[in-house]
């Protein structure tokens, strides 16, 4: 089945500074990629749509500014958190879509700003 | 506006009992995609089953069933004769089109204790 990869799986960064995490189709083409953030014991929330070669598309209320989204290639997309704060800790999860096919989901990446 | 609605927060069972996950959504769209993703604690997200708004049929997979009645909007998951290793957080989610951004419900938190 399809893979999907993130990078770091966990990172522990200082307030103030920037984290990018990667994220990656293994064995398909992705024309768009879903950024999702998940609070401790809460649900996923999308973030922002990213389709490859145009600018992401955010939900209301994300910052982005913040969180700064490149999907270069058809199977990378990284998001950056900008000027990292305490309450930005949290598990951000991508996904990628093939084609008209469903989404695949990477394993998530850890963040916690100290 | 899409809204998915996992009412049970937190459900505990012994070993072998049947559980049922309850998922109510709703949707202005004629055309929508029903999904039921399992969480263990690792954090990554396991897809368990797909179903579209033409397709009512109720599926059986191994221990897992689901129904789905358009009629009350719902998409409820029974595990039969639950496992230990069944233990997770189950998430509910709907799109308007396959593959296109998510909306998750709360999600449930399923313990079954050995």
């Known amino acids: 089945g399809a893979v999907v990869s993130q990078h770091p799986s966990r990172v522990i960064c200082k307030s103030g500074t920037s984290v990018k995490i990667e994220c990656r189709s293994l064995d398909f083409q992705a024309t768009t990629m879903f950024w999702y953030r998940q609070f401790p014991k809460q649900s996923l929330m999308l973030m922002a749509t990213?389709?490859?070669?145009?600018?992401?598309?955010?939900e209301q209320g994300v910052e982005k500014d913040k969180f700064l989204i490149n999907h270069a290639s058809l199977t990378l997309s990284t998001l950056t958190v900008t000027s990292a704060h305490p309450e930005d800790s949290s598990f951000y999860i991508c996904?990628?879509?093939?084609?008209?096919?469903?989404?695949?989901f990477g394993p998530g990446t850890r963040l916690t700003v100290t | 506006a899409q809204k998915v609605t996992q009412a049970q927060t937190e459900i505990s069972v012994v070993e072998k009992e049947d559980v049922t996950l309850d998922c109510v959504y709703e949707?202005?769209?004629?055309?929508?995609?029903l999904f039921w993703y399992k969480q263990p604690p690792s954090g990554e997200l396991v897809f368990l089953i797909r179903r579209n708004s033409f397709d009512e049929q109720n599926e059986i997979s191994g221990r897992y069933s689901w129904n789905f009645q358009k009629s009350t909007s719902s998409f409820n998951f029974t595990i039969t004769a639950s496992q230990v290793v069944d233990s997770a957080v189950y998430f509910c989610?709907?799109?308007?089109?396959?593959?296109?951004?998510?909306?998750f419900g709360a999600g449930t938190i399923l313990r079954v204790k050995s």
């Open positions: 949707t202005r769209d004629t055309t929508y995609y």
């Open positions: 990213s389709n490859e070669g145009s600018k992401a598309t955010y």
């Open positions: 996904s990628a879509k093939g084609g008209i096919y469903e989404q695949y």
């Open positions: 989610a709907l799109s308007a089109e396959y593959g296109n951004k998510l909306v």
